[in-house]
């Protein structure tokens, strides 16, 4: 068991995401308090360019950043990589999956999510979805050697299959893919092949709602499947997918075929918040105090994705990247300043607006009474997130993968590092 460091207060940290990033960033300031930083991973993932990775533009190593390297000039911050398995919230220690106890003064859970295929896991075998890095570069890989495999088959029929995609779920992240995925098709290969043409692949964006994006207003909705749909892509609305095999997408009674599906639909919060034994709501996330702790443990703090926060309709915050930080800054401050649970002021999330990009030139900007949509939209899109990329190496390698980009169209990450194989129904 590791006990608490001396006389200071000891606080765990699990997560290394946007929450537990700036929660310790925050209480660093302090050198009496002892911070750990726990992570399956060693490295702070940049999800909003998660897809970017997954689609040939931006390299794993341009969207993350070792935990290490981040602290490593802060003495009172230890991290680990480690899996938590449980919380022990009684006896103030969390258990990792090789059995080492680490004990705490105080506790911010910030776990990230995963795919959640609502109840069909099977699914997960031909439709992955994209949350890590070993996902994105799956995902690339799948969709580059499937121009491969047209370009070496001689069966038309088979052909059509491997330059066929389906994302699943309009949101941003299902609106990014579905778009990236039709300039690779039709800028970024242009001319690289000699018996198929990829202009000719089909990509399909299913939604199961009546609008793309759900969280924007109507008439920008219909601006992104307006861009979308001259890029190349069909986009089906009000289409429930019943069923996923290897090779095709059932929505309804309408049948696709493809070697591509990609899931962009639904997440569930970390099996690990079970182990609180706090109430959760339907995508498993802790229903929180004002404060953000849990009942009765004004100590063990829950933020992030695996918080379910309401605003002031009522409604759960928005499980996006500026709700953790803004949570991860508000906890430090109250361990920071020691602040007794009766003194706590609520949680207040300060939405800044939202951002979705379609594709090159196209994207949606809404914060506040500036709204946005096209080239300005695209450069306030790219700004921002340069912007709150980690390391100034990390923020010159996007912007200058982004400048050749920019002027030339291509996506330079296109290296296959294994063998081609085709997707069987055995998987």
């Known amino acids: 068991m590791i006990d608490k460091t001396s006389q200071k207060k000891h606080i765990v940290i699990i997560g290394g995401g946007f929450g537990g990033l700036n929660a310790a960033k925050m209480l660093s300031k302090n050198s009496k308090l002892s911070i750990t930083l726990i992570d399956q991973t060693n490295h702070h993932l940049f999800q909003p360019l998660l897809y970017q990775v997954a689609t040939a533009a931006l390299s794993p190593s341009d969207i993350a950043m070792p935990i290490r390297e981040i602290f490593r000039d802060l003495s009172n911050v230890t991290t680990l990589m480690g899996v938590v398995v449980s919380i022990h919230k009684k006896e103030k220690y969390v258990l990792l999956e090789n059995n080492q106890k680490i004990q705490f003064d105080a506790l911010i859970v910030s776990v990230g999510t995963r795919h959640s295929y609502f109840g069909k896991d099977d699914w997960e075998n031909f439709a992955p979805g994209l949350k890590t890095l070993q996902d994105a570069v799956h995902i690339r890989e799948t969709i580059l050697a499937s121009f491969e495999l047209a370009e070496r088959s001689n069966d038309k029929a088979a052909q059509q299959k491997y ?11 299902g609106v990014e893919m579905a778009g990236a995925i039709a300039e690779i098709a039709h800028q970024s290969l242009r001319k690289n092949f000699r018996k198929i043409d990829p202009s000719h692949a089909k990509i399909y964006l299913v939604e199961g709602g009546a609008q793309l994006l759900a969280g924007y207003p109507s008439h920008f909705a219909k601006r992104a499947q307006l861009d979308l749909q001259k890029m190349g892509v069909t986009v089906l609305l009000d289409k429930k997918v019943s069923d996923i095999k290897f090779d095709s997408v059932l929505c309804g009674e309408e049948l ?14 970390s099996a690990l918040l079970k182990t609180l034994d706090e109430p959760l709501d339907k995508q498993g996330r802790v229903i929180v105090e004002s404060d953000l702790s849990i009942k009765d443990e004004p100590n063990i703090f829950v933020i992030g994705d695996a918080a379910c926060v309401l605003n002031k309709l009522s409604k759960p915050l928005p499980a996006v990247a500026p709700v953790a930080v803004q949570q991860g800054k508000y906890v430090g401050k109250i361990i920071l300043k020691n602040i007794v649970k009766e003194k706590r002021k609520a949680f207040v ?5 939202m951002m979705a990009v379609i594709g090159k030139y196209k994207a949606l900007v809404l914060s506040g009474p500036f709204r946005s949509a096209g080239f300005i939209a695209w450069l306030g899109w790219s700004f921002v997130h340069i912007f709150f990329l980690i390391g100034y190496r990390t923020k010159l390698f996007v912007f200058s993968q982004w400048a050749f980009y920019f002027f030339h169209g291509q996506r330079n990450i296109r290296l296959l590092f294994k063998a081609l194989e085709t997707k069987s129904e055995k998987l």
């Open 256 to 269: 696709l075929t493809a070697h591509n599906i990609v899931w962009a639909a639904g997440n569930q919060a």
């Open 163 to 173: 330059l066929s995609f389906i994302v699943i779920g309009g949101g941003p992240t």
């Open 349 to 353: 999330y300060v939405d800044r607006g």
